[in-house]
Every structure is written in structure tokens, then in C-alpha cells.
């Protein structure tokens, strides 16, 4: 079946460190490849996406590149804030609308 | 604006007992969504609906059920046959069809037994 890993937090940095957060995925057919960031307490909201291969996706500074070659799909961020601490998910969907998920990165971002 | 609405977003649930937890949206969206999310883990698939009247289990459907009579609302009732129920629970939405379609979640409602 479809699968996300994804490396395991906590990932602890300084402000204006660059970020990079590993995806890898495993899915029959062509998925599309997401990343969703979950504030404390709150529900997910989609960060970026990327639906072919090649495609990057972008929003906030953060980029993702889809590899089909690969089959990854790697966060990265050039100069992180305080702000950006949350936990991030990498998701996929492949045929028949489910998202799977990875098991989330949690980032801490200290002054 | 448009959005998922999840209510309460903290409940309290007695031994034995059945609650239900509420999704509105009002983003027009046929399909929605209920997931699990445990400390430290990722989201797993309790049940999804892809149009009105119709639902489908996800991977840990057992000790849940569901009901979708109408397109903006998809309530959750966690029976007494969960046994671990203590959870945070996200509900979302997207439109129906395109593999490229992403979801929208609402801001969860965290469950705890007293």
C-alpha cells in the first residue's frame, strides 16, 4: 500500500538556519505530494503541493521539489524564524481521494 | 469565509459513554473526512464520505460511526466500544475527485475520559 516516512524530530535550530525536512514516499500509480503544518493546538493547513513530476511547490519561503526518480519530496527552508516552529506533515494521494500521512517532523526554532 | 468548523474543541467523556463530535463546513465540498491524530503521530483515517448519504470505514473505523444526511455536515460518534479514545480528532474536506484536490482541515476537537 501507500506510504509516507519521514525523518524524525525533534529538529532544533537557530533563527536564520536553513531548514530541510525528508520525505520519501511509496505509492502505486502517480500521486500528488503535499506538506501540511500543524500549529500547537491547531488543525493542519496546507503548506505547499506539488501534483506531477519536477513540479516544485512554494508558499512562506518554504519549497519542495517533486522527484519521481527519487521518490521524494523534500522541505527545505532558507532562513528560518521563530514563527516556523511547528510540526510538519508530508502527505500524499494517490487514486480514490485518501491522504496518507507521514509521521511528522516537529521543528523548534530558537532566537 | 469560508471554512470547517469543529465543535466542541475540548470534550470530556465518561466511562461507557457515547459522544459526538461536531463538522460543519460551508466550502461546498462533497467529500469529508475524519482522522485520528495521537501524541507525537501522525493522522490516521477513521472514516471518509465522498457524497451525501454515502461513507466509507478508513483503517481504524471500529468503536466510530458516522452519518452524512446533509453536504455541509459530517458528525463523529465516538462509542463505548473505543476503548482508547482519548485523542485529538481532525475533520476536513476537499472536493470531490482530482488527485490534486488537497484538503482542508478544521481545528480539531480534543477528546479526554474522566
Known amino acids: 500500500g501507500d506510504s509516507v516516512t519521514q525523518m524524525e524530530g525533534p529538529v532544533t535550530l537557530s533563527e536564520e538556519a536553513f531548514l530541510t525536512i525528508n520525505c520519501t514516499y511509496t505509492a502505486t500509480g502517480y500521486p500528488s505530494l503535499f506538506w501540511y503544518v500543524q500549529y500547537p493546538g491547531e488543525g493542519l493547513q496546507l503548506l505547499l503541493k506539488a501534483t506531477k513530476a519536477d513540479d516544485k511547490g512554494s508558499n512562506k519561503g518554504f519549497e519542495a521539489t517533486y522527484r519521481k526518480e527519487t521518490t521524494s519530496f523534500h522541505l527545505e527552508k532558507g532562513s528560518v524564524q521563530v514563527s516556523d516552529s511547528a510540526v510538519y506533515f508530508c502527505a500524499l494521494k494517490a487514486a480514490g481521494n485518501k491522504l496518507t500521512f507521514g509521521g511528522g517532523t516537529r521543528v523548534l526554532v530558537k532566537p | 469565509d469560508g471554512g470547517i468548523t469543529q465543535s466542541p474543541k475540548y470534550l470530556f467523556r465518561k466511562e461507557g459513554q457515547n459522544v459526538t463530535l461536531s463538522c460543519e463546513q460551508n466550502?461546498?465540498?462533497?467529500?469529508m473526512y475524519w482522522y485520528r491524530q495521537d501524541p507525537g503521530q501522525g493522522l490516521r483515517l477513521i472514516y471518509y464520505?465522498?457524497?451525501?448519504?454515502?461513507?466509507q470505514k478508513g483503517d481504524i473505523a471500529e468503536g466510530y460511526s458516522v452519518s452524512r444526511e446533509k453536504k455541509e455536515s459530517f458528525p463523529l460518534t465516538v462509542t463505548s466500544a473505543q476503548k482508547n479514545p482519548t485523542a485529538f480528532y481532525l475533520c476536513?474536506?476537499?472536493?470531490?475527485?482530482?488527485?490534486?484536490?488537497?484538503?482542508?482541515f478544521g481545528d480539531g476537537t480534543r477528546l479526554s475520559i474522566l
Open positions: 476536513a474536506s476537499s472536493i470531490r475527485g482530482g488527485d490534486n484536490q488537497p484538503q482542508h
Open positions: 466550502l461546498n465540498h462533497d467529500a
Open positions: 464520505s465522498q457524497i451525501v448519504n454515502d461513507f
